[in-house]
């Protein structure tokens, strides 16, 4: 597994353990996730999990099935993940006398009232409303023993966004590499509660309000990724 070798690569005597699951399968899925980390000392969790299921397109062109797995993805899997997994992270918290974490990956689309990503905007901006909320309700229960934070990213380097950072169009659309993406977001843990961690993802969100409030065409605008 490149991942796993690369974190051994960075990291010498780190212990590594991959699982490879299809999360469109909630809940067998959640039980493969819980059963690995049950005897582990969990203290953080990272619900980076997406899925669009086509290009950008009018709502009226997506099928129930589209909807249904963005739907179980984007939001039914993260959430009832969150729930599986919180006990432990509270647990440990108290156990090792530390503080837990939860980012959770929502979108500056959500923000953005994406035409031609109603599914997936709506979807990202659940995230978000998850993400606070909770974070609120963590603070109040359990003083500083979880932090909950959302990220909202806007362009990243990887095979869903088909885009490279280190190109032209890659500069022209504000786009990050998952490395730069990370860092950034960790750096903001413990300080706030919802953020855009990347300032290239703040201009180029700035860029598209402005296209979108002078009315240019929207789906040349979005399709741009798939070009």
Do not use: Q
């Not at 806007?154 to 786009?175: D, T």
């Amino acid at each position: 597994n490149n991942i796993a070798s690369g974190v051994k690569k960075a990291y010498p005597g780190t212990e590594v353990e991959c699982l490879v699951s299809d999360c469109a399968e909630v809940d067998s899925c959640i039980e493969k996730i819980s059963t690995c980390v049950e005897k582990k000392n969990l203290t953080m969790l990272v619900n980076n999990i997406g899925v669009e299921a086509n290009d950008p397109e009018p709502y009226e062109e997506k099928t129930a099935a589209d909807m249904k797995k963005m739907i179980g993805v984007n939001i039914e899997f993260s959430s009832l993940l969150t729930l599986r997994l919180l006990p432990n992270l509270i647990k440990n918290s108290k156990k090792h006398n530390l503080r837990s974490a939860i980012i959770n990956l929502s979108s500056n689309a959500s923000i953005l009232n994406s035409p031609l990503l109603v599914g997936y905007t709506s979807s990202k901006e659940y995230n978000r409303s998850f993400s606070l909320t909770l974070a609120g309700e963590m603070k109040a229960l359990h003083g500083n023993l979880v932090d909950v934070l959302c990220c909202r990213p806007s362009f990243v380097e990887s095979r869903m966004s088909g885009l490279v950072a280190h190109s032209l169009k890659g500069y022209l659309l504000g786009v990050a590499t998952t490395e730069y993406f990370a860092k950034s977001a960790l750096n903001k843990l413990g300080h706030v509660e919802d953020c855009s961690p990347c300032w290239k993802h703040d201009i180029a969100s700035l860029f598209l309000i402005k296209c979108l409030c002078i009315n240019l065409p929207i789906k040349g605008i979005w399709c741009i990724r798939a070009s």
